[in-house]
T-cell receptor, first 117, second 115 residues
């Protein structure tokens, strides 16, 4: 079946440190890949996405590149801030050859990030 | 403000009791979803609905039921058949179910606990 595996957390960093959160996936067919973020007390919100191999998604200083050869979609940020403290979820949806998906997102287990001043 | 409203924020269930979690959206979205969030396990899909009067089972539908009689509402009932209901429940919606092009909008969740 389809699955997403994220690096074990929690991750604790000092402000301005470099961040990597690893994400690998197993999927049949053509997945699109996403990172969602959940800030304390809030629902999840989309951070970035990539819909085909070698695409790079980016938003708010975060980046992730869709690597088909390593089945990975690692999240990176060059300099984290205290306000980045949240839970980060990697997710995939399967698409057909035409690039459309049908309503199911599969999530990883989430990685808790805490950034200290 | 447009968004997704889940209620109640906290809910307690007695043994053998059915409880219903509310989810309402005013975003005019066609698709709605229910996820269960357990510590260390991420989100798992319970049910989803691509359009009003239609819904499909997700990965862990046993012990749950849903209805989609109105576009803006997608209530989830946790039945007595669900033996381990304690979890955080998240409702979400998207403009359409074609998730390559859409993003999910999430509510702030309901924490269900068993007394």
């Amino acid at each position: 079946g389809n699955s997403v595996t994220q690096m074990e957390g929690p991750v604790t960093l000092s402000e301005e440190a470099f961040l990597t959160i690893n994400c690998t996936y197993t999927a049949t067919g053509y997945p699109s890949l996403f990172w969602y973020v959940q800030y304390p007390g809030e629902g999840l919100q989309l951070l970035l996405k990539a819909t085909k191999a070698d695409d790079k998604g980016s938003n708010k200083g975060f980046e992730a590149t869709y690597r088909k050869e390593t089945t990975s979609f690692h999240l990176e940020k060059g300099s984290v801030q205290v306000s980045d403290s949240a839970v980060y979820f990697c997710a995939l949806t399967l698409t057909n050859a035409g690039g459309t998906s049908y309503g199911k997102l599969t999530f990883g287990q989430g990685t808790i990030l805490t950034v200290h001043p | 403000d447009g968004g997704i409203t889940q209620s109640p924020k906290y809910l307690f269930r007695k043994e053998g009791q059915n409880v219903t979690l509310s989810c309402e959206q005013n975003l005019n979205h066609d698709a709605m979803y229910w996820y269960r969030q357990d510590p260390g396990q991420g989100l798992r899909l319970i049910y989803y609905s691509q359009i009003v009067n239609d819904f499909q089972k997700g990965d862990i539908a046993e012990g749950y039921s849903v209805s989609r009689e109105k576009k803006e509402s997608f209530p989830l009932t946790v039945t007595s058949a669900q033996k381990n209901p304690t979890a955080f429940y998240l409702c979400a919606s998207s403009m359409t179910a074609v998730l390559t092009n859409e993003k999910l909008f999430f509510g702030s969740g309901t924490q269900l606990s068993v007394l």
